[in-house]
T-cell receptor, first 114, second 112 residues
């Protein structure tokens, strides 16, 4: 059972709408991530956070924004959705330590913009 | 050219077969290697993690890293239908996993 929760699981929305994808984790992890996954393609990092009030852009350019006001919550927002935003969005978290802490993923939000 | 190459499959095997899944990579700085399993409509879950070269075994799963050849493998013994999933390799040069690079995944189908 996942300790990192994403809602909604599926979202179909029209062009121009504002959307927020929710991600919460109950593990107390400091680091959180948003990845984009398209069929047949590798996961691409779009945002990450080291902790509260810390956000950074990932390797893949994205028009989305994120916030980290609470440790457990890392929502992703699209101000004006477009068909090119159609994708699966995966949230992940890990412990911030001096050692290695592999990522723990949620089950994703599949977004379709019509 | 992608930093990490992985055959997308699908790889179809009968139940009980030994499965070999592989990734090649080009960045010699990679030191941390992971295998994730992703079932349909689910997020990836960590299966195995290894550091540098060598083997690591966990039950029916063995992860192998050959840094000289820039090649990693995941072996599954006595494969089961429940092993049917997409297997993603991932690797990083350091513990800061914001630089984690994933393969595209290999879809495995194990038939009863």
């Amino acid at each position: 059972e996942a300790d990192i929760y994403q809602t909604p699981r599926y979202l179909v929305i029209g062009t121009g709408k504002k959307i927020t994808l929710e991600c919460s984790q109950t593990m107390g992890h400091d680091k959180m991530y948003w990845y984009q996954q398209d069929p047949g393609m590798e996961l691409h990092l779009i945002h990450y956070s080291y902790g509260v009030n810390s956000t950074e852009k990932g390797d893949l350019s994205s028009e989305s924004t994120v916030s980290r006001i609470r440790t457990e919550h890392f929502p992703l927002t699209l101000e004006s959705a477009r068909p090119s935003h159609t994708s699966q969005y995966l949230c992940a978290s890990s412990v911030r330590t001096g050692g290695v802490s592999p990522l723990h993923f949620g089950n994703g939000t599949r977004l379709t913009v019509t | 050219q992608k930093e990490v190459e992985q055959d997308p499959g699908p790889l179809s095997v009968p139940e009980g077969a030994i499965v070999s899944l592989n990734c090649t990579y080009s960045n010699s700085a990679f030191q941390y290697f992971m295998w994730y399993r992703q079932y349909s409509r689910k997020g990836p879950e960590l299966l195995m993690y290894t550091y540098s070269s060598g083997n690591k075994e966990d039950g029916r799963f063995t992860a192998q890293v050959d840094k000289s050849s820039k090649y990693i493998s995941l072996f599954i013994r006595d494969s089961q239908p429940s092993d049917s999933a997409t297997y993603l390799c991932a690797m990083s040069a350091n513990t800061g996993f914001q630089k984690l690079v994933f393969g595209t995944g290999t879809r495995l189908l194990v038939s009863p």
